[in-house]
């Protein structure tokens, strides 16, 4: 059995998807939380190391917005299959857990199969560790 480490909205999304889907999870209320800034966010793009042309162009780009919605909609113009694992991981890792929130919200509206519930699954697991990693050390914005 995998766990899912949802946010209440989330979970009101889970409850909706068909037994099949949901029979070999379980669910634990994700209660982490944190405040991500513009500075924050644009830091953290400064700081990826990728070579390719196109995640290039979008790190220059995501590097100025200022929600989580910005970084959505700058994403909707990328093909993120074909992005080398590495890159995908540092991309979500500059992104931030807020954002992959919004993934998972999408994701859970649109699910409709095994496959896409393990995406779901990966994607809750990384933000929980995310939010792990920077509640620990998350000094104030000046």
Same mark, same amino acid.
């Given at each position: 059995?995998?766990?899912?480490?949802?946010?209440?909205?989330?979970?009101?999304?889970?409850?909706?998807?068909?037994?099949?889907?949901?029979?070999?999870?379980?669910?634990?209320?994700?209660?982490?939380?944190? /405040?991500?800034?513009?500075?924050?966010?644009?830091?953290?793009?400064?700081?990826?190391?990728?070579? @390719?042309?196109?995640?290039?162009?979008?790190?220059?780009?995501?590097?100025?917005?200022?929600?989580?919605? @910005?970084?959505?909609?700058?994403?909707?113009?990328?093909?993120?299959?074909?992005?080398?694992?590495?890159?995908?991981?540092?991309?979500?890792?500059?992104?931030?857990?807020?954002?992959?929130?919004?993934?998972?919200?999408?994701?859970?509206?649109?699910?409709?199969?095994?496959?896409?519930? /393990?995406?779901?699954?990966?994607?809750?697991?990384?933000?929980?560790?995310?939010?792990?990693?920077?509640?620990?050390?998350?000094?104030?914005?000046?």
């Amino acid at each position: 059995m995998h766990t899912l480490h949802l946010t209440k909205d989330e979970q009101k999304l889970f409850a909706k998807l068909p037994a099949e889907l949901t029979k070999e999870l379980s669910v634990e209320q994700e209660t982490m939380t944190y /405040e991500d800034s513009p500075r924050r966010r644009g830091m953290r793009f400064a700081l990826l190391a990728i070579k @390719d042309p196109e995640l290039v162009r979008l790190q220059e780009s995501m590097r100025a917005v200022q929600s989580e919605a @910005d970084v959505m909609k700058a994403l909707q113009s990328f093909d993120l299959t074909k992005i080398h694992d590495a890159d995908f991981t540092q991309m979500l890792f500059a992104m931030g857990p807020n954002a992959i929130g919004v993934i998972i919200e999408n994701l859970l509206t649109s699910t409709s199969n095994a496959e896409d519930m /393990e995406v779901v699954t990966a994607y809750s697991l990384l933000r929980h560790d995310m939010l792990e990693s920077l509640t620990l050390y998350s000094p104030k914005e000046p």
